[in-house]
């Protein structure tokens, strides 16, 4: 991670009561401190765990939100220190207008952060709530005695920049956009809304690319773990199964998921397969949320197809393996009426069976043989 950079503001409020204020911070914070490297660095590596499963969306477009259309004018700006207070002060009032109309909304520390990770530049705006063991000064500067326990981070988002400039840019890719990934713990309007309604976020999930992308990435998760290799195809099934079990019943979280396909997990790595595997699921490749709903279209390419009782045998299998070319793992031949079914490795229940069947068959000559010969013997008296 590179920060670009980065300031704190504070927003006052207290809880049961309407009505905030704030105190801007005046100077940005210098980005080679430590201190100040570790707290962007820690709030970071919070996005996507287990405790802080992210949502994904974006901004809504609405001419009474000022954030959404302050941040498309920065992402244009030469980014120097001007631009970047600008729309940090814009965030810290915005969230302190709405702070004050919800009496359940509390203040706390404002961090804003420009900075670039894996190549690609983010803007981060995350509430860092007071407690015994967090250190601020008056100059609103992190100091060396602070302890951030940050393990339960209810208000933070993260915009990628370059995402959104291509969902402003590419009418395409609305469908798509994934640009806006924010910390929402609760499903119902709760204390923390005031942060996202604040900065104009709108939660948004596709169905369809979320459960594509939950067993897609289930498979891919299962098949890059050297000890959960044997098991990819389960897992695929089993999440499958799952979504297919609950379309009916609402969201589904992905939380319950890991559930799920931890049940295949060694245990005495399950904490830390499950914690690897809810991140990877939630990052900005695969963009799984924290729920979501089942799309039905998805569900019905990976559910089995089944064919039983037809002319003495049953058939069971996975529907991506079908296709009418011979490159298909099943393979239907629709001019001679065949299905061809091609292994990727040797099978113990079919080497069984060829041996019976190499056995019976090698009965059957031995008999016939002794047929031909007795048939071949002279007739005695």
């Excluded at 600008?86 to 109309?101: F, G, M, N, V, Y």
């Excluded at 500067?141 to 981070?153: A, F, G």
């Excluded at 998921?257 to 790595?269: A, N, R, T, W, Y």
């Amino acid at each position: 991670m590179v920060i670009n950079q980065v300031i704190i503001h504070r927003i006052i409020k207290e809880r049961n009561t309407r009505g905030a204020t704030y105190k801007e911070g005046k100077k940005l914070l210098p980005t080679d401190s430590p201190i100040v490297i570790k707290v962007v660095d820690d709030i970071f590596k919070l996005f996507g765990k287990r405790e802080n499963t992210a949502t994904y969306g974006t901004f809504e477009e609405s001419p009474t939100k000022i954030f959404p259309k302050d941040f498309q004018t920065y992402i244009h700006s030469s980014r120097h220190e001007d631009n970047f207070k600008a729309i940090a002060l814009c965030a810290l009032t915005s969230l302190t207008d709405k702070a004050a109309s919800e009496t359940f909304s509390t203040g706390g520390y404002l961090l804003v952060a420009d900075y670039k990770s894996q190549n690609k530049n983010y803007l981060m705006v995350a509430m860092i709530k007071e407690r015994p063991g967090v250190m601020i000064n008056d100059d609103l500067e992190p100091t060396e005695q602070m302890e951030i326990d940050l393990s339960k981070l209810h208000q933070a988002c993260k915009i990628n920049q370059s995402l959104f400039s291509d969902y402003i840019s590419s009418p395409d890719t609305k469908d798509n956009a994934g640009y806006l990934k924010f910390v929402s713990q609760k499903t119902g309007k709760d204390a923390s809304d005031y942060f996202l309604e604040g900065l104009g976020c709108k939660k948004g999930s596709n169905a369809k690319k979320a459960t594509d992308a939950v067993i897609k990435g289930t498979h891919e998760f299962f098949r890059k773990t050297p000890t959960l290799q044997k098991d990819a195809l389960e897992a695929r099934e089993s999440v499958a199964r799952y979504l297919d079990e609950n379309i009916n019943n609402g969201p589904v979280t992905l939380e319950n998921i890991g559930h799920v396909v931890s049940k295949l997990f060694p245990p005495e790595d399950a904490d830390e397969l499950f914690e690897k595997y809810i991140g990877m699921m939630n990052d900005e490749d695969h963009q799984v949320p924290a729920q979501f709903n089942v799309n039905n279209e998805i569900i019905k390419r990976y559910k089995k197809v089944k064919v039983t009782k037809e002319n003495g045998f049953d058939l069971n299998f996975d529907r991506t393996l079908f296709g009418t070319t011979p490159r298909a793992r099943v393979y239907y031949d629709e001019k001679n009426n065949k299905l061809t079914f091609t292994l990727k490795e040797q099978h113990s229940e079919i080497e069984q069976l060829v041996k019976e069947f190499e056995t019976r068959s090698n009965d059957t000559r031995a008999i016939r043989d002794i047929q031909q010969h007795s048939h071949a013997l002279p007739e005695t008296e």
